[in-house]
């Protein structure tokens, strides 16, 4: 498993020593320095719980820059961005966010049954423990997965799912992007207590 | 969830402040002072990984006195003891260990559903992520199931089995009982990180 740091400025990076992977959040900042490390290059919509408001053509072109100058090992595009656009150099994570609540388990198994990236990632608003039922039975069921639920009261989730197969861990530093988010340190001294990092 | 210290003397009761519930483990240590507290009793055979080699109805009988005496919560008796000797007046965790392996889980299946006690514990050695996924569909099949694998590579399943439902987590204090135990109050601190315990 990996610990992704989502990072919204250069200032964020420096705090990210014990992260794998950077996510870049091209929506949320300006990167005015990137040193030569690991990334994943993202830009989220509004919709999508991100600040990107602008066309689609526009923030998939500059995804492709980003990913190019940094040499990404991978953009996330979410998953109704048309096949024209998912044309990349780097290996690609699809995902599908929900902020609202978490579909049933056969709508989440259709999504995953048609991925065309290398992972898909399913972040849904967690409400019940059945809401939890339905990551686990896709990470028992599918491989290459990311999945796991926001909120604060599902927190657990993002260690628990990775116990389960889920590659990614996405953690924060400086500022929390997302409900539930563990912050960085914490969870790597979750999973050393674990006994499944060192 | 709640968290059961596995105790061997008086000394690590007076350890176990953090603990929910205690398990007596009589066939390791004696009990000179017994706190009014909430009590699992248990008398492990050798062949489940404990220390008693006397015969059976003695055992029962040690287990039934005891139980009695701290006005226990629940006793823990194994799955292979006869209908005949289940005749306690507090709950029962029916239990099958394996130091060994982890069987198939069409084995684990068929012992869960014969249940004869309140919940069912099973503790396997922990081998491959395939044995992990065993103890996880038996945690999404069936309610009531204590269920995690030993080893200390499989650590983490102690913590990770109570996010899927299993409602205890078994902690030492003072002297490790079993491969891959975690010490109370780190597993705590653990829970406390996850935020599903205050």
Redesign the interface.
Known sequence: MMLVATVSSSREIELANAADLLELRLDLGIFDFLPKLRYIVTCRRKADGGAYEGSEETRIEKIKIFAEKVNAEFVDIEFDVPDDFLDFKCGIIESYHNFKETPSFEFLRDLVESKRGDYYKIATMGKT?DDW?KI??LL?EFEDIIAFLMG??F???R??SA???SPFIYCYVGLKKAP?Q?ELN?AL??LK????RK
């Open positions: 423990m039922k686990v039975r028992l604060e009261e927190r657990f989730t260690i628990a116990l389960l197969g539930g563990i914490e001294k979750i207590s674990l006994g499944v």
